[in-house]
T-cell receptor, first 113, second 112 residues
Framework: QKEVEQDPGPLSVPEGAIVSLNCTYSNSAFQYFMWYRQYSRKGPELLMYTYSSGNKEDGRFTAQVDKSSKYISLFIRDSQPSDSATYLCAMSSVASGTYKYIFGTGTRLKVLA | EAQVTQNPRYLITVTGKKLTVTCSQNMNHEYMSWYRQDPGLGLRQIYYSMNVEVTDKGDVPEGYKVSRKEKRNFPLILESPSPNQTSLYFC???????????FGPGTRLTVL
């Protein structure tokens, strides 16, 4: 079993839709949770960062962490064609000194105009 | 402009021919890391460095070497490349105490 599982998609939605992206994980030591966005032929860029459980909102993006279920989510409201990209979840733990990162395989999202 | 640069961006080589992929950052970051990205497997960490002369293995270090003699540079060395090292490689850096990793543009390596 992989430490982090992420549905690869692809996920196609119409412009303006609410998008939900999810990851599950097995290592209860993870405390730092991140979402990266990767456009085609580019390196990943950090979208959202959350420590431990709870929600975090930044504009159209909301990140949720449920440590009891070992489940994290990224919601995108009013999705735009410019949101079309691959979204990667990533996690790390205090035990690793936050130096080691485990990434999900990524979900490809396409927002149709 | 704050950035992470990698060279070369594209490389086709043959089995066994030693190669080095360079990575440089201009943000004075202590932490640097190398990843490989493969379809269906995602990003996997190869090696990381917490500071000059301090490195450690990630999840997939076999077949790779790194060195950190200067803060800004973190080269990835493949001493005897094999076809299973064909991949897209990313270098990243992060400031101490910060959570955001800045990624380079990637190096697409093909080993024949």
């Amino acid at each position: 079993q992989k430490e982090v599982e992420q549905d690869p998609g692809p996920l196609s939605v119409p412009e303006g839709a609410i998008v939900s992206l999810n990851c599950t994980y097995s290592n209860s030591a993870f405390q730092y949770f991140m979402w990266y966005r990767q456009y085609s032929r580019k390196g990943p860029e950090l979208l959202m960062y959350t420590y431990s459980s709870g929600n975090k909102e930044d504009g159209r993006f909301t990140a949720q962490v449920d440590k009891s279920s070992k489940y994290i989510s990224l919601f995108i409201r009013d999705s735009q064609p410019s949101d079309s990209a691959t979204y990667l979840c990533a996690m790390s733990s205090v035990a690793s000194g936050t130096y080691k990162y485990i990434f999900g395989t990524g979900t490809r999202l396409k927002v149709l105009a | 402009e704050a950035q992470v640069t990698q060279n070369p961006r594209y490389l086709i080589t043959v089995t066994g021919k030693k190669l080095t992929v360079t990575c440089s950052q201009n943000m004075n970051h202590e932490y640097m890391s190398w990843y490989r990205q493969d379809p269906g497997l995602g990003l996997r960490q190869i090696y990381y460095s917490m500071n000059v002369e301090v490195t450690d293995k990630g999840d997939v270090p076999e077949g790779y070497k790194v060195s950190r003699k200067e803060k800004r540079n973190f080269p990835l060395i493949l001493e005897s490349p094999s076809p299973n090292q064909t991949s897209l490689y990313f270098c990243a850096s992060r400031g101490q105490g910060y959570n955001e990793q800045f990624f380079g543009p990637g190096t697409r390596l093909t080993v024949l």
